[in-house]
């Protein structure tokens, strides 16, 4: 399998064309051997990355400019020889790329991609090749990616400055509760009612069981028989508001194509959810999102005309990144990676969003001896292997599915930048409650500061009695309940108030509304000037 894969990158090595360089002060100088970064890029971008680089190497980071010229194969030569040293960890890709397979670049300014064939994907409605960075990742030609590889598809030097002054930007926040939300968009998959189902598993896994529950969500999702779905005519205007109120990351799962994403379908009509024309309204409030779409086509790189993921990473109010897939996707893999992604944020110590898409990566492909396999899993991971091995229409090339989506999925943006997660903060609280009465808190804090303490249902719970729908009407009536039921399904906070907190031990009573009931947490974000720390409980809460 892995032999076969390899073999159709068509992908050779070259000796090395040029020396490595890096900027300091200005000036391109020899780097010495044991570069942890390389930059694949044209000295048309060289000023416009003069000020990146002196902030990484002030990070701690050794970097080495490899030249952009020549073919595919004659740029990984360069890059095996500075991983030679055995410190390569990240490499950046500044630059476009147009064209087919075997079609010169059109301009010094961009960086060749590869093409894989595909086996399994025509079978499902996909082209026979898949244009991927992965080549760049996996430099001993095992399939696996060894480092973590991001691409800034810039087409010229003012706009890759504007991208690198947003990266800054990103870096520099210490503190927002824009940090410690994930808001997730979700299309009618249409892929049949297995699949469906797995896809649907696998995003209610995401917000039950992956994501801490100190962490928001919110879930805006286009079946009309959700109490997800918002008023169907209001569709595209939330998706751009879960996305400009700020979050950690903003999530597509669903149909897409190179420019645009599948519109929401209902009895009687169709409604827009979001097209590269909307990318200039993208005007995020609290923080630049991180851009995920489990999604086909969406991040298209090598197409004629900038695809949707380019087009958000360009706008100055855009994502910071994005990943998504260049080809047809499919909802096991999608899955996978996404499971893959969250348990690598929020489980693991990765410092960079680079090293958390190349774990995620990894994790797809490793084997290991069967119990190890069994412990390393997510319980979400475990339960899409199971369906998929009994109902995926690809069940049996599940492994090939997998790999073809390591190429599938990008990273368009900066591989090294900086995912600061909030400190933690220890709550701690009696697990039986009774609501009327009064919740005694103890917090053991990190920090001095500002905190909101909340008391929120579980994230599969809902406040109020919500149900699916069983008919659909487009009428006023009908749609202004939709409205309410889907902010209802969003609302899972019972109570909230404000204390001051000091580093070490706070102790404190939290009312219990008299109509708060069953599973929920206490979850509690402080703040002051420097730095936020977050925390949660879980407790249940009975009726007098």
């Keep these: 399998m892995i032999a076969q894969l390899l073999t159709c990158l068509a992908i050779v090595s070259a000796p090395p064309q040029s020396p490595q360089l890096t900027i300091s002060d200005g000036e391109v100088q020899p780097q010495p051997a044991g570069s942890d970064v390389a930059i694949v890029t044209s000295p048309v971008f060289h000023k416009s990355l003069r000020q990146w680089i002196a902030h990484r190497e002030n ?127 979700a299309g009618v998959g249409g892929f049949g009612k297995i699949a469906d189902f797995v896809l649907e598993s696998a995003t209610k896994r995401f917000l039950t069981n992956e994501i801490p529950p100190g962490y928001m969500t919110s879930m805006t999702y286009g079946s009309w028989r959700s109490p997800y779905c918002p008023d169907p005519q209001k569709f595209h205007a939330t998706t751009l508001d879960r996305f400009n109120e700020g979050c950690l990351f903003w999530v597509y799962i669903g149909h897409g194509h190179r420019r645009y994403l599948d519109k929401v379908r209902v009895p009687g009509g169709e409604f827009h959810i979001m097209d590269v024309n909307d990318t200039g309204k993208l005007q995020s409030r609290n923080g630049q999102p991180i851009a995920i779409f489990l999604a086909c086509n969406t991040g298209a790189f090598d197409n004629e005309q900038d695809c949707l993921a380019e087009e958000m990473l360009r706008s100055p109010g855009g994502a910071v990144a994005v990943l998504a897939g260049s080809r047809v996707t499919m909802p096991y893999a999608m899955s996978v990676m996404g499971d893959g992604m969250i348990r690598r944020y929020f489980h693991s110590q990765d410092a960079t969003l680079g090293e958390i898409v190349l774990g995620a990566k990894q994790q797809m492909l490793q084997k290991k001896d069967a119990a190890k396999e069994a412990d390393d899993k997510s319980f979400n991971r475990q339960l899409l292997d199971s369906l998929a091995a009994t109902f995926s229409p690809s069940k049996g090339s599940l492994e090939t599915e997998l790999r073809e989506h390591v190429y599938l999925f990008n990273l368009l943006g900066d591989p090294l930048l900086r995912v600061q997660r909030p400190q933690a903060i220890n709550v701690q609280a009696p697990e039986q409650q009774v609501a009327g009465t009064q919740c005694q808190l103890l917090l053991h804090s990190p920090i001095d500061g500002k905190a909101r303490v909340e008391l929120v249902c579980r994230r599969d719970l809902f406040k109020t009695t919500v149900s699916s729908r069983g008919k659909f009407e487009l009428t006023d009536e009908s749609r202004n309940e939709m409205q309410r039921t889907y902010q209802a399904a969003n609302d899972r906070v019972w109570t909230h108030g404000m204390v001051d907190l000091t580093t070490g031990d706070n102790t404190f009573r939290l009312a219990i509304p008299e109509n708060a009931t069953g599973p929920c947490y206490v979850r509690v974000y402080a703040h002051n000037q420097q730095g936020d720390a977050i925390g949660a409980t879980s407790l249940f809460i009975a009726r007098p």
Excluded: C, M
């Design 59 to 185: 990070q701690g980071h050794r970097i080495t400019i490899v030249s952009n010229q020549g073919s595919l194969a004659e740029i990984r030569g360069r890059l095996r020889q500075v991983a030679a040293a055995k410190r390569l960890r990240w490499v950046l890709l500044v630059g476009d790329t147009i064209g087919a397979e075997g079609r010169a670049l059109r301009t010094e300014t961009q960086v060749p991609t590869a093409y894989a064939v595909a086996t399994l994907l025509p079978k499902f409605g996909g082209p026979p090749h898949i244009a991927t960075d992965n080549a760049y990742a996996d430099l001993n030609d095992d399939g696996i990616p060894e480092v973590a590889v991001g691409r800034i598809t810039a087409d010229g030097p003012e706009e890759l400055s504007g991208i690198v002054e947003r990266i800054f930007h990103y870096e520099t926040q210490h503190r927002g509760s824009w940090r410690t939300r994930v808001n997730l968009i």
